[in-house]
């Protein structure tokens, strides 16, 4: 079974910068594509990032594209987020999420393992 534990969350005044990690554990993380979603109240689940199994291929959502970046250290079984330029509309609760396959994936659906979620609050 597939454990994910996310820290780094906190509040930050816009246009500060935050870097949350996801620990993995319970099988080969290199095996797993993963991904950052957020989510605020009343809004539907939002890809963030994705990153493929060895770090070659990356994602992001349009809309983040050039604020942050996703990474992942195969020898740490971590995988983490850069979150630069923060806008108060940045705030969320952030999830990482591992998909089994050497893939890499928008859709939330796919994802078989979850987090509890680290929250982020960036104010104005």
């Known amino acids: 079974q597939v454990q994910l534990v996310e820290s780094g969350g906190g509040l930050v005044q816009a246009g500060g910068s935050l870097r949350l990690s996801c620990a993995f554990s319970?099988?080969?993380?290199?095996?797993?594509?993963m991904g950052w979603f957020r989510r605020t109240p009343g809004k539907e689940r939002e890809f963030v990032a994705a990153?493929?199994?060895?770090?070659?291929?990356?994602d992001y959502a349009d809309s983040l594209k050039g604020r942050f970046t996703i990474s992942r250290d195969n020898a740490k079984n971590t995988v983490t987020l850069q979150m630069n330029s923060l806008k108060p509309e940045d705030t969320a609760l952030y999830y990482c999420?591992?998909?089994?396959?050497?893939?890499?994936?928008?859709?939330?659906?796919?994802?078989?393992?979850w987090g509890q979620g680290t929250q982020v609050t960036v104010s104005s």
């Open positions: 999420a591992a998909v089994h396959g050497h893939t890499i994936m928008r859709a939330w659906r796919p994802y078989e393992y």
């Open positions: 319970g099988r080969s993380f290199s095996d797993y594509g």
């Open positions: 990153i493929n199994w060895n770090g070659g291929s990356t």
